[in-house]
């Protein structure tokens, strides 16, 4: 599932694209024919995230609310527009390109009372403006669950996927499955922190980094995908910084991947 990083980076892309424009709106599809059919021509006001929701706000009020989900996708495309094919939910084209959405759990026109309890369910967002830590610290001081269990509850922290916690876990030499109000103190703060630092660079980049170009001996370029990450999905393999083998397990139903000696339980 698409993290936080990536609906902030989507949302980017569309304002460039987009923004100000009108958008010609279609339903290759058919399932949001209607919806489509109300924003076509319509200037977009601005495109947002929150955590991974992303909301697509038109100058005539309408809001169109995307949720990726598992295997949601949105794609830039050159215009004049190729044949569609696949189940594209939604195509938008503006002066110069052109999006396309397939497969996302969610893809409906939302009113503001609407994008405004989902946005109050949410826990703060670390990559927008104006949120600091003390909610997710609060929040964490007060849980009995394992720590990976409380950053992947979008209530909690919005945009944290597994990927990410896996590796935060790792950073702050934490152990998954630790209960999230027997951190040490200022751990939490660490852990937010990472978050702030990660999706930022996660956005920048358009992919999860978490590991140093140093550390792999590189000065410049992009750090090839086996060496980007420390944890996450490296079962069995030696930690990069101790040798350790990884080990993983479920928490929050999800499996979570940990170094046994640099995350000590």
Not at 8 to 22: E, Q
Request: glycine content about 10%; some cysteine; overall charge positive.
């Amino acid at each position: 599932m698409p993290e936080g990083h990536t609906i902030h980076r989507l949302a980017r892309d569309l304002n460039r694209d987009l923004k100000g424009h009108p958008v010609q709106a279609s339903s290759p599809q058919g399932r949001f024919r209607d919806g489509a059919r109300l924003i076509d021509g319509q200037p977009l006001e601005r495109a947002e995230a929150w955590g991974k929701n992303l909301f697509l706000t038109f100058d005539t009020n309408e809001i169109v609310y995307v949720h990726l989900g598992l295997i949601g996708k949105f794609r830039r495309h050159a215009l004049p527009a190729p044949a569609a094919r696949g189940a594209i939910r939604l195509r938008l084209a503006g002066p110069e390109a052109g999006w396309d959405l397939t497969g996302p759990n969610a893809c409906k026109l939302v009113t503001r009372a609407e994008k405004l309890r989902t946005v109050n369910k949410l826990g703060p967002d670390p990559l927008r403006r104006g949120t600091t830590p003390e909610t997710f610290e609060a929040k964490a001081a007060r849980s009995s669950r394992p720590i990976g269990a409380v950053l992947l509850d979008q209530a909690t922290i919005a945009g944290v996927g597994n990927v990410y916690r896996s590796e935060f876990c790792f950073l702050a030499g934490v152990h998954p499955m630790t209960a999230a109000n027997e951190l040490a103190d200022g751990t939490s703060r660490i852990l937010w922190d990472l978050s702030v630092e990660h999706l930022k660079e996660g956005v920048r980049l358009n992919r999860i980094v978490t590991r140093e170009p140093k550390e792999v001996g590189m000065t410049r370029g992009r750090i090839p995908p086996r060496h980007r990450l420390y944890v996450y999905k490296r079962h069995h393999q030696p930690c990069h910084r101790c040798g350790t083998p990884i080990e993983q397990g479920e928490v929050a139903a999800r499996t979570a991947w940990w170094c046994p000696r640099c995350q000590p339980r």
